[in-house]
């Protein structure tokens, strides 16, 4: 069964920039009625949402301030979503960063921010909770799906991120709250994380193998990733994992 975006509430974390910013740029192009920017970084932010409020109209995007990694933000975060919007229907736990010489960093921001996400949008979306149920897509990364040199730690949590999100996305949960929840396996795609000025800010023999590594491959642009994630929240079904790379339409792959 397909899930109808328009008119629908969504919160994005990581949104106020690369891939998150396309993902809501999109959900608003197809009919979405609103969309909460959370993010760590308020000047930018408060920019994209400008920059949106013009371009969509005004009322369509607001900022939320919001460390993924600190529990009561994140919990106050999805609140003040909910508030605002009389509930919510989406939510793209998109935030991560790529950084090893930060790996328990990474970790919580990449693996538990994505855990939490998942379940606050179950108190908020599932039908046992009083929700309307909705859509969760968590983000991964092909290399969730692969191996990588220099940046072991990134790998392990992208893994993890397919992980949870194909076991949230089993029927024990879905029965309960009515929340699909789908995994976006992008490709490497052209943001300030990918950037050749990020890999420069690794020192160690590690993050400049990643920086090497990363800097050789193809780039997509943010905006393909964007029109595959529209694709699966539509018709992606419960547990299943996406890859958006080269350019190309998004594809479901099967895991064992
Ligand atoms: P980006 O660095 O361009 O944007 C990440 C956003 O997350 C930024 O706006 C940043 O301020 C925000 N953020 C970082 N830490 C935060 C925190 N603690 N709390 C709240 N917000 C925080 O990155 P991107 O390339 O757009 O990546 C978005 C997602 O896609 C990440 O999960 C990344 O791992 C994943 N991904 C990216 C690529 C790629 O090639 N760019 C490939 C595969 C997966």
């Known amino acids: 069964m397909t899930f109808d975006v328009k008119g629908k509430y969504a919160l994005v974390t990581g949104g106020a920039t690369g891939i998150g910013l396309a993902y809501v740029k999109e959900l608003l192009r197809n009919g979405v009625a609103a969309v909460a920017v959370a993010d760590l970084d308020d000047r930018k932010g408060d920019n994209a949402v400008k920059e949106l409020n013009t371009e969509f109209g005004s009322g369509k995007a607001i900022f939320i301030k919001c460390d ?14 909910a508030q605002t919007f009389k509930g919510l229907d989406i ?7 790529l950084d090893d010489s930060r790996w328990e960093m990474e970790i919580a921001i990449n693996v538990t921010a994505v855990a939490r996400g998942t379940w606050l949008a179950f108190d908020i979306m599932g039908k046992n909770k009083g929700g309307r149920g909705g859509v969760v897509a968590n983000i991964a990364s092909i290399l969730g799906l692969q191996a990588m040199a220099g940046c072991p730690v990134y790998v392990a949590t992208k893994h993890a991120v397919v992980g949870l999100s194909r076991s949230f996305g089993m029927p024990y949960h879905f029965d309960r709250t009515g929340v699909k929840v789908v995994t976006m396996c992008p490709g490497v795609t052209d943001t300030p994380l990918i950037s050749e000025a990020h890999h420069r800010q690794f020192t160690d023999d590690l993050g400049k193998e990643c920086g090497r590594e990363l800097d050789s491959l193809p780039k997509q642009q943010p905006e393909n990733v964007a029109k595959g994630m529209l694709h699966i929240i539509r018709n992606g079904s419960n547990g299943s994992v996406w890859v958006s790379e080269g350019g190309q339409p998004v594809y479901e792959v099967a895991i064992p």
Do not use: R, S, Y
């Open 68 to 81: 993924v990694t600190k529990a009561d933000e994140l919990t106050a975060t999805f609140q003040k979503a």
């Open 91 to 97: 939510v793209i736990n998109n935030a991560g960063i």
